[in-house]
Structures are given as C-alpha cells and as structure tokens.
C-alpha cells in the first residue's frame, strides 16, 4: 500500500476461497455494478481497479481476483504477497467452502503480511433456505482469527459496497502518511486481464 498523495492511497487487494464461491461475483458487482446468473469460471487470476472515495482519502484499489482451484493453488502468494488486504470469501451454503476459507486464513497467517487487513466473507446470502454455514460461525471465526466479518450477497448486492467501503476505511487508517510522489490518473480506467491460460 502507499499514498501516492496528499491523501491518494494505492493498495492492492486480493481475494481468496474455493472456486465458486462468487469472488468475481462480488468484484463485477463492485466495479461494474453488474451480476451475471452464469459466470465464467476465472482462469489463473483476473485484475481490475476500481477507485473509491472516501471524506478522508482516495482508493484506489488493484484487485487480483483468483481462481480458486486447487491446481492454481501454487500461484496464489503471488497474489497475496504485498497485498494490503485480503478477502476471504466463503458460499453460506457450503460447509466445504467455509472449510477451504479457514485453509486460506491459515495460509495467510503463515505467509503472509502480518499488517495484511484480512475479511471473512459469507457470501449468498440470498440464497437463506440453503444455508449451511450459520453465521454465528463465520462470525466466531472471524474474531478468532482477527477477521472482519460479513455476509454479502453479489446477487442482490447485500453488503456488497460496504464491503468495499469498509476495507478502503479501513486502509486509510493505516495508511502511511508520508507522500511518495505518484498521482493517479483522474479517471482511471477499469481493466480485465487474464494471466494465465489454460491447461
Ligand atoms: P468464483 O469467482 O468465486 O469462482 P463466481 O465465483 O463469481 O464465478 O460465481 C460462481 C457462481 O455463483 C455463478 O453462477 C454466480 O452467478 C453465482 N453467484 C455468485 N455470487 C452469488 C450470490 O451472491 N448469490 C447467488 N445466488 N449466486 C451467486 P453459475 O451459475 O455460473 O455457476
Ligand atoms: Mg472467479
């Protein structure tokens, strides 16, 4: 992370959890303001950027969205390292995904950033008569593990800014506040990128 202004703060965001679970959901929801009842499945990772304003400061987010799947598992520091934030995501009604989100948390406490701002999201959560994991347990494993937690729905777009809000707060907080000297353009542009293809 670093502020590229007087109050102009790049960081890089990450999101984690097993294919499926509605990452690139969450990210088009955010950025585009969309939702598709059939998502392509990412492939490697994808890359977009979105900026947010906030009273205090400017976002601008680089968000690496991965694929999720076991056989890009070996890719994945390379998303997470030198990211100022993390997004777990988990699919409320799988207990398997909530599983595999704790795998990531794991991973991330061995490996990565010790300042690295980490989220716990329970998404689908508009999907309530087929919920496995309760919330109580996303939320106790959350303050566990020193997460922020929430339940998000890309689908109806239940806490899905917020989340994005809450993470750019959160971020302007820490962020150093010695200037480094690089200006964002005034409207950057969203960009979708493939990395890595195909096997
Ligand atoms: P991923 O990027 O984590 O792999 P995707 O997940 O964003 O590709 O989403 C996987 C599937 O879940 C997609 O459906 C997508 O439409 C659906 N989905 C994502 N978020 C939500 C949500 O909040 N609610 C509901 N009900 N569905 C969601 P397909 O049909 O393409 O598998
Ligand atoms: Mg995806």
Redesign the pocket.
């Known amino acids: 992370m670093a502020r590229t202004g007087s109050n102009n703060i790049q960081a890089k965001l990450v999101l984690l ?10 990210v ?1 929801r955010f950025v585009k303001g969309q ?8 492939i490697g990772a994808a890359f977009f950027t979105q900026v947010l304003s906030l009273n205090e400061a400017t976002i601008k987010f680089d968000i690496w ?1 991965t ?2 799947q076991e056989r890009y598992h070996s890719l994945a520091p390379m998303y997470y390292r030198g990211a100022a934030a993390a997004v777990v ?1 988990y ?1 409320i009604t799988s207990m398997d995904s909530f599983e595999r989100a704790k795998k990531w948390v794991t991973e991330l406490q061995r490996q990565g950033n010790p300042n690295l701002i980490m989220f716990l999201v329970g ?5 309530q008569q087929k919920r496995k994991v309760g919330i109580e347990e996303g939320e106790q494993y959350a303050k566990e593990n020193g997460m922020v937690f929430l339940e ?5 777009a239940q806490n899905v800014n917020e989340l994005f809000y809450e993470i750019a707060k959160r971020l302007a907080k820490k962020a150093p506040s010695r200037p480094i000297g690089m200006k964002l353009h005034r409207r950057p542009q969203e960009t979708r990128r493939r990395m890595f293809c195909c096997s």
Do not use: I, P, R, Y
């Not at 959890?17 to 969450?26: F, N, V």
């Open positions: 959890g097993d294919m499926g679970t509605g990452k690139t959901s969450l088009l939702f598709l009842e059939f998502q392509e499945s990412t969205d694929a999720g995501v699919d998404n689908k959560v508009d999907l998000t729905s890309a689908k109806t």
